[in-house]
């Protein structure tokens, strides 16, 4: 079983910054992908970013320029920093990590971005 808890999210006016952080527990191997996804009201999840363990990462190309993906292995942990935020951005971002075929969910994270 793994645990993802993320933290971080709120309320920011729009050219702000947030940074978002998950932790997973549980049984992590020691390659996996981590990553953000995030689902507006009445829109389907979707990719924000994933960064694998070795360190490549993938972005949307909407955030890209604005949102960094990173980790730290040691403490199986995923952060995203998100600059230039806009009302667009706007959603629930949910934490995801992928090992042996199997993907894990947090919990999700409001981030909301006023104009």
């Known amino acids: 079983q793994v645990q993802l808890v993320e933290s971080g999210g709120g309320l920011v006016q729009a050219g702000g910054s947030l940074r978002l952080s998950c932790a997973a527990s549980?049984?992590?191997?020691?390659?996996?992908?981590m990553g953000w996804y995030r689902q507006a009201p009445g829109k389907q999840r979707e990719l924000v970013a994933a960064?694998?363990?070795?360190?490549?990462?993938n972005y949307a190309d909407s955030v890209k320029g604005r949102f960094t993906i990173s980790r730290d292995n040691a403490k199986n942990t995923v952060y995203l920093q998100m600059n230039s935020l806009k009302p667009e951005d706007t959603a629930v971002y949910y934490c995801?990590?992928?090992?042996?075929?199997?993907?894990?969910w947090g919990q999700g994270t409001q981030v909301t971005v006023s104009s």
């Open positions: 960064i694998t363990s070795g360190g490549n990462t």
């Open positions: 549980g049984r992590i191997f020691s390659i996996n992908t």
């Open positions: 995801n990590i992928r090992q042996v075929g199997i993907g894990s």
